[in-house]
């Protein structure tokens, strides 16, 4: 009751530079109280790693427990890798990698302290000391798919156009091995990468590109290549840089792409005939929306007469998303139209009249990649 008269009694000016005392106060036992903290678990952390080197099973046992506990904390990181880096026990350096492994493998894949191990053992895997770098090339080589986990969604927070967004999605239906046949690309099991105008200016981006290695093909039991790069026109990759992804993941998996994309697949013309055979359509793109389907024919766009699937690519490259474009169409071709079934026609309404020789116009807005 004396305190709160005594308050109340103080001009303004005076409590407003009491209150700010006292925050000052609280923030200093606060900073204190925190450097304490982690002046212990340094000390901690040192005598743990002295305990590693221990003759003794028991001993040994019971320090990588507790490390694993502190290695939780994520202010311990950096503690962790400047042991890592500087120790000059390849034993003690192989068992604090085991360590921060256990963590790298239970911790979630989007989650900061994530980020923060793989950097540390990406960082470990390049130095220039033999046995940091092979303990932590083992470590990434065990944790290959989290490795990808972790790359692929910071790639998805700084806005990468790239899909599937969620990761775990690649190892659905078929888990890590999809065989060694060609897997389809437009499936989820199929990591694609779009490095348009819009890539991000940041070195951070392509470093973690270079992470997805994992997914290069003929890697991990001879599966199929789980990841495609598309280079879309305009993009902001020096050749140096698209040189060193096609050693990563191989010249077929790092394609050149125009701005737009129609959203057909081909089916080959095994007679004399000129244009493009659609075999698929895929869901949501231009072709779809603008009611094409799987046994349409191709035969010319805006006017020019297409040869093959080729030619048409060339000629798309000339425009831009949101663009439009006048396809001209046949279905005469029965073989690829066993899949689709015809809709009735509402009672009183005569069937629409079919265009002369088969063909009609297609009018088609295009999109993009994704």
């Given at each position: 009751m004396m305190l709160r008269n005594?308050?109340?009694?103080?001009?303004?000016?005076?409590?407003?530079?009491l209150v700010r005392s006292v925050l000052i106060v609280l923030g200093l036992l606060t900073f204190l109280s925190s450097s304490l903290s982690a002046s212990d678990d340094g000390t901690k952390l040192e005598a743990l790693v002295q305990d590693l080197a221990s003759p003794r099973f028991e001993t040994r046992?019971?320090?990588?427990?507790?490390l694993a506990e502190l290695a939780q904390s994520a202010e311990t990181i950096p503690s962790f890798a400047?042991?890592?880096?500087?120790?000059?026990?390849?034993?003690?350096v192989r068992r604090i990698l085991e360590v921060l492994e256990q963590q790298f493998r239970n911790?979630?894949?989007?989650?900061?302290?994530?980020?923060?191990?793989?950097?540390?053992?990406?960082?470990?895997?390049?130095?220039?000391?033999?046995?940091?770098?092979?303990?932590?090339?083992?470590v990434l080589n065990r944790q290959w798919m989290r490795r990808?986990?972790?790359?692929?969604?910071e790639l998805h927070r700084m806005k990468v156009p790239l899909q599937p967004t969620n990761p775990t999605m690649l190892w659905e239906g078929g888990g890590a091995r999809v065989g060694r046949f060609q897997a389809d690309p437009t499936e989820n099991h199929v990591l694609?990468?779009?490095?348009?105008?819009?890539?991000?200016q940041n070195p951070r981006a392509f470093e973690l590109l270079k992470?997805?290695?994992p997914l290069r093909s003929d890697a991990f039991l001879s599966q199929s290549a789980r990841v495609v790069i598309y280079r879309i026109d305009g993009n902001p990759l020096t050749l140096e840089q698209t040189a060193l992804l096609k050693g990563l993941f191989g010249d077929t998996r790092v394609q050149d792409r125009g701005r737009v994309c129609l959203g057909v697949v081909q089916e080959p013309l095994f007679e004399e005939s000129k244009g493009v055979l659609i075999s698929k359509v895929e869901a949501g793109s231009s072709a779809a929306l603008a009611g094409l389907k799987g046994g349409d024919l191709i035969v010319a766009l805006n006017g020019e007469e297409l040869s093959d699937f080729e030619e048409l690519v060339r000629l798309l490259r000339q425009f831009r998303v949101g663009d439009t474009v006048t396809l001209k169409v046949t279905s005469g071709n029965q073989r690829y139209q066993r899949f689709d079934v015809p809709l009735p026609v509402p009672p009183g309404n005569d069937p629409a009249p079919k265009p002369?020789?088969?063909?009609r116009d297609v009018s088609v807005q295009l999109r993009g990649w994704y």
């Open positions: 005594l308050l109340t009694s103080l001009p303004c000016r005076t409590k407003r530079l046992q019971d320090a990588i427990r507790d400047k042991i890592v880096r500087t120790h000059s026990n390849p034993e003690v911790l979630p894949f989007d989650s900061p302290d994530a980020v923060a191990l793989a950097d540390l053992l990406e960082e470990s895997a390049a130095s220039d000391t033999w046995y940091v770098a092979e303990a932590s090339k083992d990808v986990d972790v790359a692929v969604a694609k990468i779009y490095v348009d105008e819009h890539w991000p992470r997805l290695e002369a020789n088969g063909l």
